[in-house]
């Protein structure tokens, strides 16, 4: 079954700290990578995509990397704010067909001041 | 900015009735899903759409649940009867297709859902 998963479920950090957060999947045969935003009750937001071809994307203080011969995912957040604060979810692309998506459980981050 | 249009944002009811949640999406946008989503856990594809045809129902309990897209264009997700372990977010997607001006093959847009609570 191929399956994503996302360690750890919750993460805490003191504002300005650069931090890093992971995706595993376990079929390295993916067509993208894609990781999501979502702020309590509210949709997801697309953050970044990664093409299988590609190994990383970046976005302002984001940066996404690709690794499928190891099955993970890593999404990089640079110098952290409070408005960063949301779940962060992963969803891998298995099928190549036109985006249907296996998700994470998603990681629940919060920056303090 | 264009957005994926979702209504309604919140709908209570009881077990046994049903309840229809819309979605209209970016337009120009071919394909369409639904998703849902069980507090705590992640999105889980319900059926999708490539233009007015199903291309995956494979995950929709289909004795209960119905979709359509009748021109192509907007969509409705039905569930009758509700169970209480329907209480969850639905979560309406689009992506453009390949070729589409701006358009990255594989990304998702979504809505801001319609959050579903059986009593």
């Known amino acids: 079954k191929q399956e994503v998963t996302q360690i750890p479920a919750a993460l805490s950090v003191p504002e300005g700290e650069n931090l890093v957060l992971n995706c595993s999947f376990t079929?390295?045969?993916?067509?993208?990578l894609q990781w999501f935003r979502q702020d309590p009750g509210k949709g997801l937001t697309s953050l970044l995509l990664?093409?299988?071809?590609?190994r990383e994307q970046t976005s302002g203080r984001l940066n996404a990397s690709l690794d499928k011969s190891s099955g993970r995912s890593t999404l990089y957040i640079a110098a952290s704010q409070p408005g960063d604060s949301a779940t962060y979810l992963c969803?891998?692309?298995?099928?190549?067909?036109?985006?249907?998506?296996?998700f994470g459980t998603g990681t629940r981050l919060q920056v303090t001041l | 900015e264009a957005e994926v249009a979702q209504s309604p944002r919140y709908k209570i009811t009881e077990k046994s009735q049903a309840v229809a949640f819309w979605c209209d999406p970016i337009?120009?946008?071919?394909?369409l899903y639904w998703y849902r989503q069980i507090l705590g856990q992640g999105p889980e594809l319900l059926v999708q759409?490539?233009?007015?045809?199903?291309?995956?129902d494979s995950q929709l309990p289909k004795d209960r649940f119905s979709a359509e897209r009748l021109k192509g264009v907007d969509s409705t997700l039905k569930i009758q009867p509700a169970e209480l372990g329907d209480s969850a977010m639905y979560l309406c997607?689009?992506?453009?297709?390949?070729?589409?001006?701006?358009?990255?093959?594989?990304?998702?847009?979504f809505g801001e859902g319609s959050r579903l609570t059986v009593l």
């Open positions: 079929d390295s045969a993916i067509y993208n």
């Open positions: 969803a891998a692309d298995f099928t190549g067909t036109a985006s249907k998506l296996t």
């Open positions: 997607a689009s992506s453009p297709g390949p070729g589409l001006a701006g358009g990255r093959t594989g990304e998702l847009f």
């Open positions: 759409f490539q233009d007015e045809s199903v291309v995956d």
């Open positions: 990664i093409q299988s071809s590609q």
């Open positions: 337009s120009g946008h071919a394909t």
